[in-house]
């Protein structure tokens, strides 16, 4: 019996339905007040027409509150005054929750003035709970197709009300007393956000490992994956085995856990957040509003050079349909620009390939520098050999002649080296100052060669790992491969000195080290105003600003 009911639920949380939902946009107004993260008070928005409370809605954030609206709302800032007589052992964690959504109506407290925070939530409750969060109408709430939920029944414009939205399906039963889990939520605030168009598939955030992801029904699974990828907070519990290393932290979703009315408070007030800033509009700063962004794209490695240029231009740059996701990669990148399809690129030097097909174009290009960098190579931390010449690097990658670092003073063991593939950036600085024309050795080409900027790192550190009879080399670009450790995490890598002199912030902003280069703004050697005064904004204090918060060499 009990395996026939869990089925049942269990459809009726898959199959649904989609209503019609209101054509509704989050909307913004502009504070001169910052948010009061105190107890005093709280924010709450309002239909403009009606005076009815909105309740998705925060703020002010930096200066503006955000609303999911049809149409104008005011923002009012409300003595706090929904104080229950159990607010002492309300769990502090709630505690916030709790205030702003019984401020907004979501939750209400009981007759005696209590909140119960620790009282398990049914699915009827449930229901009612975010019927109000997401105000759907139940003027035209269907009569109930289920058996369980009378036509008089105080659930029944809630239920059918959710079953039009598609968060509940249409199954058999509904069992309205049955204590709603954690998973069932997820669902439904999966299905509702979706529903409003806030689950977005071009997006990740830092995956959540879950340790116990396989025992989370297959029903639920896309909705946690879909809200984690998403940014949002799901119901979890932590493992903290060593309060100074979180390295170690486990997460367990739990998920056939019963909800109470404190956690559900929490999560109800995280969702809401998430999801307005998810989809806040992007707002342009007043001190740029006469300027305009071309359209840009560049190497892998400046990427963080166009992301910061749009958040010193926008708030809520994310949100901006204009704004790229990624980049193109060097070589991609300046075919764009020649092609006309983008106006400006952030990328190193060009290589033999760019070059040819710019002339076979008849298209001139502009180089502006605008920061530095350097082509830099690296081995196994524990590698004797610090030291490498240009002539022995040209003879390891064009001829494959030297194949044990006792030659040039190392182990004696093998040497192994990795590459990159031709349309990269690293490459092309490559052919710059090692090839001397030549193409990487064929049989290193096809060996050991990485696709992907960072995962010439990860290759030769697993490498090194992996076999103690060799030592693997590979190389990159300085300030990327400095600043990718921070994403990748550490690893036993270090950094080769070529002819003597070591690749530091010092030797490469003056020019000692040998491989140094300069990332460039390039654009096509025509007149085009709006190309030319972004271009003299990134030659000035605005230009280095970004490039210091973009983690690359300043030049001075």
């Known amino acids: ?233 799901i119901l979890y519990e932590m493992v903290d085995h060593d309060f100074m290393d979180t390295s170690d932290d486990e997460y367990f979703a739990n998920p056939r856990k019963a909800v109470t009315r404190g956690e559900c408070a929490d999560y109800l007030y995280f969702l809401t957040r998430r999801f307005l800033d998810n989809n806040a509009p992007a707002i342009k700063y007043d001190e740029f509003a006469e300027i305009e962004i071309p359209i840009l794209d560049g190497s892998t490695s400046t990427y963080d050079i166009t ?38 690129i952030f990328v190193p030097d060009p290589g033999e390939e760019v070059l040819n097909y710019a002339k076979e174009k008849g298209v001139n290009l502009k180089f502006v520098p605008i920061a530095n960098e350097a082509l830099i190579f690296f081995t196994d931390k524990d590698n004797k050999a610090d030291n490498i010449t240009t002539e022995a690097l040209h003879e390891i990658y064009v001829n494959n002649g030297i194949k044990n670092w006792k030659k040039i003073g190392g182990d004696d063991k093998e040497l192994v080296a990795y590459c990159r593939n031709n349309d990269s950036g690293s490459h092309a600085q490559m052919e710059n100052f090692i090839l001397d024309g030549k193409p990487i050795n064929e049989k290193i080409a096809q060996e050991r060669i990485s696709l992907i900027m960072a995962s010439i790192l990860t290759d030769v550190d697993d490498f090194n790992a992996q076999n103690p009879d060799k030592i693997a080399m590979g190389y990159s670009l300085y300030y990327y491969f400095n600043n990718v450790q921070m994403v990748i995490g550490p690893n036993n890598l270090k950094l080769m000195s070529i002819d003597g002199v070591a690749p530091t912030d010092e030797t490469i902003g003056n020019g000692a080290y040998p491989y140094t280069t300069n990332y460039y703004a390039v654009v096509r050697d025509e007149k085009n105003e709006k190309v030319d005064k972004f271009l003299e904004l990134m030659q000035g204090e605005f230009g280095q600003q970004v490039i210091l918060q973009s983690g690359l060499g300043v030049i001075k």
């Open 1 to 233: 019996m009990k395996k026939i009911l869990a089925l049942t639920l269990a459809l009726t949380f898959i199959f649904a339905s989609f209503g019609v939902y209101a054509e509704k946009d989050v909307k913004y107004l502009k504070s001169d007040e910052g948010y009061n993260y105190g107890w005093e008070n709280v924010y709450v928005a309002k239909d403009k027409a009606t005076g009815e409370i909105i309740p998705l809605a925060i703020g002010p954030l930096d200066g503006y509150s955000y609303v999911y609206t049809e149409g104008d709302f005011t923002m009012e800032k409300v003595p706090y005054t929904s104080k229950y007589k159990d607010e002492a052992d309300i769990n502090a964690r709630y505690s916030m929750g709790i205030r702003e959504m019984s401020a907004r109506g979501v939750l209400k407290g009981f007759p005696d003035g209590t909140f119960k925070p620790e009282k398990e939530l049914s699915r009827a409750e449930m229901a009612a709970v975010f019927r109000r969060l997401f105000s759907i109408d139940t003027e035209n709430a269907p009569s109930s197709i289920f058996p369980d939920i009378a036509e008089n029944s105080w659930c029944r414009e809630d239920i059918m009300a959710l079953v039009e939205e598609g968060v509940f399906a249409k199954g058999e039963y509904f069992y309205p007393e049955m204590i709603i889990n954690r998973e069932q939520l997820i669902t439904m605030s999966y299905r509702m956000i979706n529903r409003l168009g806030g689950i977005k598939t071009d997006v990740s955030y830092s995956p959540m490992e879950l340790k116990d992801f396989d025992s989370i029904s297959d029903f639920a699974k896309p909705a946690y994956e879909a809200l984690i990828s998403n940014g949002y907070q």
């Open 307 to 344: 992301k910061n240029i749009y958040s010193w231009f926008y708030q809520n740059h994310e949100n901006l349909p204009s704004f790229p996701k990624a980049h193109s990669k060097t070589t991609n990148s300046y075919k764009r620009l020649i092609n006309g399809e983008v106006e400006m």
